[in-house]
C-alpha cells in the first residue's frame, strides 16, 4: 500500500487542469471545484510510469464481486480506448445539454441507452495509464483551446469534475472509451427522477443482470444483503 499526499497531487494537477475547473464545477469554494475531482483525467501525467493501470472508484461503493474480475476488463479494450467507465443512469445530462439538443433535435446526445449517449458516471473509472500516456488525441483534448471549443460546440457547462469531462469528449470520440456494463457501477441516486424527469426516467435507470457493484451515489442506502 502506497499512500499519496493529496495537497501534492493537487498541486501537480492544478496547472493541467485549471481550465476545465472553469466548465465542470459548480463554482468557486464548491465540493467538485476542487482540483482532486479532476484527478482520473490527469493521472496517467502524475503518476509514476511503472504504474500502468489502475481503478480508481468513489467510496460510496458495495462490492458483490471480486474486483480481479473487473481489472481483467482491461483485457476488453479496443485498440485507441483509454478509460473503461459506465453509463450514467439518470438523465443528468439530457438535463444539462439541453440546449444543444434544442437546436440539434434529432441528436442521440444525453438520450436513453441502447441507442443514446446518455453520458458517463465516473464513480467506477479503468484507467489505463500506459494508453493514456500514449494516445496523442487524448493529449490533445486536455488542451485548454479545445476544451472551450467542445464546451461551446455542446454548449456545455457541467458541475461534476471528470464526469463531466469524460462525458464531453466521450460525445465527440467514443472510441477512447471502453463502456463497462452496468452491473459494474449500478448507480442508486434517483434525484432526477422527482425533479422534471419521471417520464422517462426508468428508460436511464434499469440495468439487467446480477449487480457487481452498488453504488449509492448523492447519499442512496445502498441495499442490505
Given at each position: 500500500?502506497?499512500f499519496?499526499?493529496?495537497?501534492v497531487?493537487?498541486e501537480?494537477?492544478?496547472p493541467?487542469?485549471?481550465?476545465m475547473?472553469?466548465?465542470?464545477?459548480?463554482?468557486?469554494?464548491?465540493?467538485?471545484s476542487?482540483?482532486?475531482?479532476?484527478?482520473?483525467?490527469?493521472?496517467?501525467?502524475?503518476?509514476?510510469?511503472?504504474?500502468?493501470?489502475?481503478?480508481?472508484?468513489d467510496?460510496d461503493?458495495?462490492?458483490?464481486?471480486?474486483i480481479?474480475?473487473?481489472?481483467e476488463?482491461f483485457d476488453?479494450f479496443?485498440?485507441?480506448a483509454?478509460?473503461g467507465i459506465a453509463?450514467e443512469?439518470?438523465?443528468?445530462?439530457?438535463?444539462?445539454?439541453?440546449?444543444?439538443r434544442?437546436?440539434?433535435?434529432?441528436?442521440k446526445v444525453g438520450?436513453?441507452?441502447?441507442?443514446?449517449?446518455?453520458?458517463?458516471?465516473?464513480?467506477?473509472?479503468?484507467?489505463?495509464?500506459e494508453?493514456?500516456?500514449?494516445?496523442?488525441?487524448?493529449n490533445?483534448?486536455?488542451?485548454p483551446?479545445?476544451?472551450?471549443?467542445?464546451t461551446?460546440?455542446?454548449?456545455?457547462?457541467g458541475?461534476?469534475g471528470?464526469q463531466?469531462?469524460?462525458?464531453?469528449?466521450?460525445?465527440?470520440?467514443p472510441?477512447?472509451?471502453?463502456?463497462?456494463?452496468?452491473?459494474?457501477?449500478?448507480?442508486l441516486?434517483t434525484?432526477w427522477?422527482?425533479h422534471?424527469?419521471?417520464?422517462v426516467?426508468?428508460?436511464?435507470?434499469?440495468?439487467?443482470g446480477?449487480?457487481?457493484?452498488?453504488?449509492?451515489n448523492?447519499n442512496t442506502?445502498i441495499?442490505?444483503?
Amino acid at each position: 500500500v502506497i499512500f499519496h499526499d493529496v495537497d501534492v497531487l493537487t498541486e501537480q494537477l492544478f496547472p493541467i487542469v485549471e481550465a476545465m475547473q472553469r466548465h465542470f464545477s459548480a463554482g468557486s469554494g464548491t465540493y467538485y471545484s476542487d482540483s482532486i475531482f479532476f484527478l482520473s483525467v490527469a493521472m496517467h501525467r502524475i503518476m509514476p510510469k511503472e504504474i500502468t493501470r489502475i481503478i480508481q472508484v468513489d467510496l460510496d461503493l458495495k462490492y458483490k464481486a471480486n474486483i480481479r474480475d473487473l481489472f481483467e476488463e482491461f483485457d476488453n479494450f479496443k485498440e485507441g480506448a483509454v478509460i473503461g467507465i459506465a453509463r450514467e443512469m439518470q438523465p443528468v445530462y439530457r438535463h444539462t445539454f439541453w440546449q444543444y439538443r434544442r437546436e440539434n433535435p434529432h441528436t442521440k446526445v444525453g438520450e436513453p441507452p441502447p441507442d443514446g449517449l446518455p453520458g458517463f458516471n465516473s464513480g467506477v473509472l479503468l484507467l489505463n495509464l500506459e494508453a493514456m500516456r500514449q494516445s496523442k488525441l487524448y493529449n490533445q483534448l486536455l488542451e485548454p483551446a479545445v476544451v472551450q471549443k467542445l464546451t461551446e460546440k455542446y454548449r456545455f457547462k457541467g458541475h461534476l469534475g471528470d464526469q463531466d469531462f469524460f462525458t464531453m469528449i466521450g460525445m465527440e470520440h467514443p472510441e477512447l472509451f471502453h463502456v463497462l456494463d452496468c452491473t459494474w457501477n449500478r448507480q442508486l441516486c434517483t434525484w432526477w427522477k422527482d425533479h422534471g424527469y419521471s417520464d422517462v426516467f426508468d428508460q436511464y435507470f434499469q440495468c439487467e443482470g446480477e449487480v457487481k457493484i452498488y453504488h449509492g451515489n448523492c447519499n442512496t442506502p445502498i441495499p442490505e444483503d
